[in-house]
């Protein structure tokens, strides 16, 4: 996804793989979690496919003792989730796959969400849980089934709260990151919401005259701040502010290249970072060195891919 922006995740289908790690209250779904099968067209576009593996922590049971009660308190931001009828508290229960989650959700709407949240209610009926668990041994189907189908039914009800309480955690701090290729951001800032759309020339390559390759409507109620990483590349980011209100905080992070800003409007609420002095726009604010340690980082090691030294940002997980 670095190299190209051909190479791109099939985000409707990782939504519905990760709305069904929620229904199951599993927990531990970092990037090591997933293999991704390539599907490729005739123009050379690639479309990745997760297939969720490694799946031990369904049905987790966390909750006889003291230290699984403190590990469990939403004020330690615990990723231990016991399962139960409720879904608890839900950034703690999707934490584990916040990497991945960046980067195979940026384009799910809210009504994505809730859309794909109904949709799975409809297609998990009593009589398949019922299906489904009595495939457990029947020693364990004795002790647990009922207690486990009560608690999937209860879950399946409350699926689409749940599914919007996971979209606005996403929502709240996103970073979306370039390609290792050029690209031009642009955005415009308005006092309720900002709007960011992403083209990238390497796509019309592939596609002529298609080169847009991300567009999202970020709102002020939902999120707190916005980070744009151009990565590799010559990268143009072009900041467009309407209005003499409060947009939503604005970082942009040049990468590698030699980069270009262009600014219309106030410039308030914006951060601008780049590791060549040379992302400046005139009356606009003056450039940082990009601070390390600031961007999400994973807490995992198991990350299978690997970021060439010159394309790695603040979104590269934590070694
Ligand atoms: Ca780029």
Known sequence: MYAHPANTIDQPAFLRARLLDVWLGDWDRHEGQWDWAEVKDARGRVRYRAIPKDRDQVYFRFDDGLVPWLASRPFLVSKFHTFKPEYGYVPGLVRQARFIDARGLSQMTRADFRRTATDLQRRFPDSLIERALHRLPPA???LEGARIGSAL??????????????????????VLGGTAQAERFVVHRYPDSTTVRVFSPALSQLNRG??????????????RRLTLEGLGGNDVFEVKTTGAGRPIPLRLYGGKGHDQLQLQGHHRRLRV?????DLVAAGGPA????????GPS??????????????????????
């Open 273 to 277: 970072f780049d590791e060549a002095p």
């Open 298 to 319: 994973t807490g995992s090691t198991t990350i299978k891919y690997t970021i060439p030294l010159t394309q790695r940002s603040l979104l590269a997980p934590a070694r």
């Open 153 to 174: 039914q209860a879950r399946r009800q409350t699926l689409p709260e749940a599914a919007d309480y996971f979209y606005l955690t996403l929502a709240r701090q996103p």
């Open 287 to 294: 450039p940082s060195c990009p601070a390390r340690n600031t």
């Open 140 to 142: 364990v189907y004795a």
């Open 210 to 223: 298609d080169s847009l390759r991300f567009q999202r409507t970020y709102f002020n109620a939902e999120t």
